[in-house]
């Protein structure tokens, strides 16, 4: 196993993620694949991991140690980790912040990764055990950035998913700029349903108004639909806006449509 990796970008444009990892060919391996491999093989993104294990100076490596006051688990100890951090940060562009995976964090969401797609870099702490020592988050840390209320056995996971997150709104990753700007939650609603090929399967047709050529009619079928699966879904998300007039109507014949009540 690599002490770390890196892929180099071509470009002053590119965009550069750090990832303090015990395990770097995990995120080596996920960095190869799909959207985000292929933004890496056109250097439109730089990964760049380092490993804490590497900055232990006992001649066991040691990273982690018990907590003081007693409990299980271990805690990953402060200076490999400072270390790996600072050895990290140095390679990374000016106005890269260090971000912790932390069930203690922020929740993630889209907003934030728009956010993070303006930043020239981001480097992500993907701790293990019971977490990093708490001095290391306030001497280190930026932000603490959570995927949601469910604990994983590491950081390495989280910290690719946000990393794919973000790499799919910059510039040029994705094959349709369009993409992007009409997935869930970019426009603080679900998607709409999606059909393809062929016209009519397990006795289920495509709806007829996606085959009319009209595009007028498409975009409010969608727009109605993502509103009213947000509703049902996710009410969460419809109340945090504010909808016009056009979207209560469109909300009430869905729901009509659907045999739904308000």
Same mark, same amino acid.
């Given at each position: 196993?690599?002490?770390? +990796? #890196?892929?180099?970008?071509?470009?002053?444009? @590119?965009?550069? +993620?750090?990832?303090?990892?015990?395990?770097?060919?995990?995120?080596?391996?996920?960095?190869?694949?799909?959207? =985000?491999?292929?933004?890496?093989?056109?250097?439109?993104?730089?990964?760049?991991?380092?490993?804490?294990?590497?900055?232990? #100076?006992?001649?066991?490596?040691?990273?982690?140690?018990?907590?003081?006051?007693?409990?299980?688990?271990?805690?990953?100890?402060?200076?490999?980790?400072?270390?790996?951090?600072?050895?990290?940060?140095?390679?990374?562009?000016?106005?890269?912040?260090?971000?912790?995976?932390?069930?203690?964090? @922020?929740? +993630? /969401?889209?907003?934030?990764?728009?956010?993070?797609?303006?930043?020239?870099?981001?480097?992500?702490?993907?701790?293990?055990? *019971?977490? !990093? /020592?708490?001095?290391?988050?306030?001497?280190?840390?930026?932000? *603490? %950035?959570?995927?949601?209320? !469910?604990?994983?056995?590491?950081? *390495?996971?989280?910290?690719?998913?946000?990393?794919?997150?973000? @790499?799919? %709104? %910059?510039?040029?990753? =994705?094959?349709?700029? *369009?993409?992007?700007?009409?997935?869930? !939650? @970019?426009?603080?609603? =679900?998607?709409?349903?999606?059909?393809?090929?062929?016209?009519?399967?397990?006795?289920?047709?495509?709806?007829?108004?996606?085959?009319?050529? /009209?595009?007028?009619?498409?975009?409010?079928?969608?727009?109605?639909?993502?509103?009213?699966?947000? !509703?049902?879904?996710?009410?969460?998300?419809?109340?945090? %806006?504010?909808?016009?007039?056009?979207?209560?109507?469109?909300?009430?014949?869905?729901?009509?449509?659907?045999?739904?009540? #308000?």
């Amino acid at each position: 196993m690599p002490a770390s +990796f #890196t892929s180099t970008g071509n470009g002053t444009d @590119t965009v550069r +993620f750090g990832v303090v990892t015990l395990f770097p060919d995990l995120v080596a391996d996920v960095a190869g694949y799909g959207v =985000l491999g292929r933004a890496v093989e056109r250097g439109l993104v730089a990964l760049d991991c380092e490993n804490p294990r590497e900055h232990a #100076t006992d001649p066991h490596r040691t990273v982690d140690d018990r907590p003081y006051g007693g409990g299980p688990g271990m805690v990953m100890k402060y200076e490999p980790s400072a270390a790996a951090i600072a050895s990290l940060a140095a390679r990374m562009p000016a106005g890269s912040p260090v971000v912790c995976l932390s069930p203690q964090g @922020t929740r +993630f /969401d889209q907003a934030t990764a728009e956010r993070y797609a303006g930043l020239p870099g981001l480097v992500l702490l993907a701790g293990r055990y *019971e977490g !990093f /020592d708490e001095r290391l988050i306030v001497d280190a840390v930026d932000e *603490e %950035l959570s995927l949601g209320d !469910f604990v994983l056995s590491g950081g *390495e996971i989280a910290a690719m998913a946000v990393i794919d997150a973000v @790499t799919r %709104l %910059l510039p040029g990753v =994705l094959g349709d700029a *369009e993409s992007a700007a009409q997935e869930s !939650f @970019t426009t603080g609603l =679900l998607d709409h349903p999606h059909y393809t090929r062929p016209e009519q399967v397990a006795g289920r047709e495509v709806p007829a108004v996606l085959l009319s050529g /009209d595009h007028a009619a498409i975009a409010r079928w969608r727009h109605k639909q993502a509103l009213g699966r947000s !509703f049902l879904r996710r009410p969460d998300l419809v109340r945090r %806006l504010n909808l016009n007039a056009e979207q209560r109507a469109l909300l009430e014949e869905y729901l009509q449509e659907s045999g739904k009540e #308000t």
